[in-house]
């Protein structure tokens, strides 16, 4: 993945070797009976430890125990004594992956919803991060203003984002209706975006205005590291400023490309927070994103087995996607 | 670079259209919070026809905003200070020595990113609720449970990003520090940490800012006492009424501590990033 810095020729892997240098007086005093190797050795396991073990507890042992949770017939009679569950077996997952039954069908259809909307808010939040990172190169008056503008709504908190934009979408009090019914006459009679099938149109073009700049943040710190020569080099090889665009921009901004891309995709599948601020507790049909989906049927039924089970099969996935997604970019990248 | 004639024409449209789309609902939110409550149950007005700052005043006590304000901020503060000390120990590890182990646990960590954050939910409300009652420290619904989970959060993407500032100090720099007679754990503190320091800054805000605005392990694992914004801002809308005016007013406030942060250390933040991202 990302992480490809062990075969850099760093003086890390001298200063390993250099086991023997004479240590700082405080250090003998303190560890005086380890030897210096031996300290050395042990040293990057105690500086990552802290780390090791915050991770273990909020993020690998509770996920052990989501996978195990997902056997059993976890109930809400089990919650505060929960070893005492009955053993389900892959029941949990029959019930999330048959289609013909309520649970499994409405699982299955807010994994369709949340594959739409995320293939659509990735696709015009890089567009939009593009367009603003390639408009935004050169130097004019107000870039810098208009820099920082543009990363508003990502610094903004969520919460503090998406319920302005609940307000914008008010049915009668919001700008939206205001603006597309009482000035643009597009529409006869006021539409609802917080309910029914527009509710899908609101909530991608929220997650949009969320995670574009995201988009643009990266998409621009990229571009600065293409070297300017390159530009000059094809500049005089009689390239245009849309063949530079084609010929050198884009291919080099594939290794930050791949990473973003899949940044945001896992970012927008996984998101929670803006279908639940957007909507509250309960989402509308067709914007049944799957967290907020699981998340339901979990506190709802405090059924914690079958919302485990869904879980897992939402992790399943994206690592499937995740995998396919690595592998094929990573062999386009060879190939250039 | 030779710009064509039309690109100027298409840089004001298209930065003009992004301006638009970015600034409108950041308008409605600091002019809807200077509205009277009449004004903002109606049909909607673009120019606030009369103004009033009661909103402001009234935010307090609608809700108990000021508590949910202090939890946010001690829950944030601490996870954010703790997660940054863990992460420079941690990336300082990836970025000077080599040993087993190391790639291991940088993709771990990493991959734990990815992870729907609705998987350890279940599980980690479990844990935390079981051991409460098994040792007797609450985690459920008490800030120290929250700050434990939060931290994590940042914890990824903040050893990411300092892994590359380490790697950008030159080593040569460390070993200096070494012959003058530090450890490796002296040449961390005097020389890699005071060199790294504006991205340490970043990581903090960062993590910071993600504490302050987390949503789901919030609405699950707080009560009334431990609240924090993300789920405390809910509560302005009554049975009877949405006082939105109020809502705008709490949003802004609660926005503008850790907007600015953002803005002022997006530099260093954008240096981190592609600093992991394209090596």
Redesign the interface.
């Known amino acids: 993945?990302?992480?490809?810095?062990?075969s850099?020729p760093?003086?890390?892997?001298?200063?390993?070797a250099r086991g023997g240098?004479?240590?700082?007086?405080?250090?003998r005093r303190r560890n005086g009976l380890l030897p210096v190797r031996l300290r050395?050795?042990g040293?990057?396991?105690l500086?990552?430890l802290?780390?090791?073990l915050?991770?273990l507890?909020?993020?690998?042992?509770?996920?052990v125990?989501?996978i195990g949770?997902s056997f059993l017939q976890l109930t809400q009679f089990f919650?505060?004594n929960?070893s005492a569950a009955p053993f389900a077996g892959l029941s949990n997952y029959r019930v999330a992956v048959d289609v013909n039954s309520a649970v499994g069908r409405s699982l299955f259809h807010s994994f369709l919803v949340t594959i739409a909307f995320t293939l659509i808010t990735v696709a015009l939040a890089w567009l939009?991060g593009i367009?603003?990172a390639v408009?935004?190169?050169?130097s004019?008056r107000g870039r810098g203003v208009?820099r920082?503008?543009?990363?508003?709504?990502?610094?903004?908190?969520?919460?503090?984002?998406v319920?302005?934009?609940s307000?914008?979408l008010q049915r009668?009090?919001?700008?939206v209706?205001?603006v597309l019914v009482?000035q643009l006459h597009l529409f006869g009679e006021r539409p609802f975006w917080l309910i029914g099938e527009n509710s899908f149109i609101s909530v991608v073009v929220v997650s949009v205005?969320r995670w574009w700049?995201f988009a643009f943040?990266?998409l621009?710190?990229?571009l600065?590291?293409i070297p300017s020569d390159l530009?000059e080099a094809s500049?005089i090889d009689g390239a245009?400023?849309?063949r530079?665009l084609r010929s050198v921009t884009l291919p080099l901004l594939r290794?930050?490309n791949q990473?973003?891309v899949l940044?945001l995709f896992?970012w927008t599948?996984?998101d929670?927070?803006t279908p639940?601020?957007l909507f509250?507790k309960t989402a509308p049909r067709d914007a049944d994103l799957?967290?907020v989906h699981?998340?339901q049927s979990?506190?709802v039924t405090w059924n914690?087995g079958s919302?485990?089970a869904m879980?897992?099969l939402?992790?399943l996935f994206?690592l499937l996607v995740?995998a396919v997604y690595l592998v094929i970019t990573s062999r386009r990248r060879s190939d250039a | 670079?030779?710009?064509?004639r039309w690109?100027p024409w298409?840089?004001w449209v298209?930065?003009g259209l992004?301006?638009l789309?970015?600034?409108?609902?950041?308008y409605?939110?600091a002019t809807?919070a200077i509205k009277p409550l009449q004004d903002?149950?109606?049909?909607?007005n673009?120019i606030p026809t009369r103004i009033s700052l009661a909103p402001f005043a009234d935010m307090w006590s609608t809700v108990p905003l000021a508590k949910y304000f202090g939890n946010s901020l001690v829950v944030s503060s601490v996870a954010a200070l703790i997660s940054v000390?863990?992460?420079v120990?941690?990336a300082?590890?990836?970025?000077?020595?080599?040993?087993p182990?190391?790639?291991v646990?940088?993709?771990?960590?990493?991959?734990?990113?990815?992870?729907?954050?609705?998987?350890?939910?279940?599980?980690?409300f479990?844990?935390y609720?079981?051991l409460g009652?098994a040792i007797g420290v609450e985690l459920y619904a008490s800030r120290l449970g929250l700050i434990?989970?939060y931290?994590?959060f940042s914890?990824?993407f903040s050893?990411?990003m300092l892994?590359g500032y380490f790697?950008s100090i030159?080593?040569?720099l460390?070993?200096a520090a070494?012959v003058d007679?530090?450890?490796?754990?002296?040449a961390l503190l005097r020389v890699v940490i005071p060199a790294a320091i504006p991205g340490i800054v970043a990581v903090a805000i960062y993590a910071f800012?993600t504490a302050?605005?987390?949503?789901?392990f919030a609405?699950?694992m707080t009560d009334e006492n431990s609240r924090t914004?993300?789920v405390g801002?809910?509560g302005y809308a009554t049975e009877n009424d949405v006082y939105?005016n109020q809502?705008?007013a709490a949003?802004?406030v609660?926005?503008v501590p850790?907007?600015a942060g953002?803005?002022l250390l997006?530099r260093y933040?954008?240096?981190g990033?592609?600093a992991?991202?394209?090596?």
């Open positions: 993945m990302v992480v490809s810095t062990t850099r760093g003086g890390g892997r001298e200063q390993g240098a004479p240590p700082s007086a405080g250090g050395r050795l040293l990057p396991y500086l990552i802290p780390a090791l915050l991770e507890l909020v993020h690998l042992v509770p996920m125990i989501g949770m919650l505060r929960w939009l367009a603003g408009l935004m190169q050169g004019f208009l920082a503008l543009f990363l508003v709504p990502y610094a903004l908190p969520v919460y503090a984002g319920i302005t934009w307000f914008l009668d009090s919001g700008l209706n205001h009482d205005w700049p943040l990266v621009m710190a990229g600065q590291n530009y500049a245009g400023w849309g530079q290794p930050v990473v973003l940044v896992l599948f996984n929670f927070n639940y601020v509250g799957i967290s699981i998340y979990s506190f914690f919302g485990s879980s897992v939402l992790l994206l995740t | 670079m030779r710009e064509p690109l298409a840089r298209g930065l992004l301006t789309f970015t600034v409108t609902p950041l409605v939110m809807t903002v149950q109606g049909d909607f673009w000390t863990v992460a120990f941690a300082y590890a990836i970025s000077r020595f080599r040993f182990g190391r790639r646990f940088s993709i771990t960590v990493l991959s734990t990113q990815m992870f729907p954050g609705i998987l350890f939910l279940l599980p980690l479990m844990i609720v079981n009652t434990i989970t931290l994590t914890l990824p050893i990411w892994v790697d030159p080593t040569a460390d070993e070494q007679g530090s450890g490796p754990i002296g800012m302050w605005g987390e949503v789901l609405s699950v914004l993300a801002l809910q939105w809502i705008m949003s802004l609660v926005s850790v907007v953002f803005l997006q933040l954008v240096q990033l592609t992991g991202a394209v090596k």
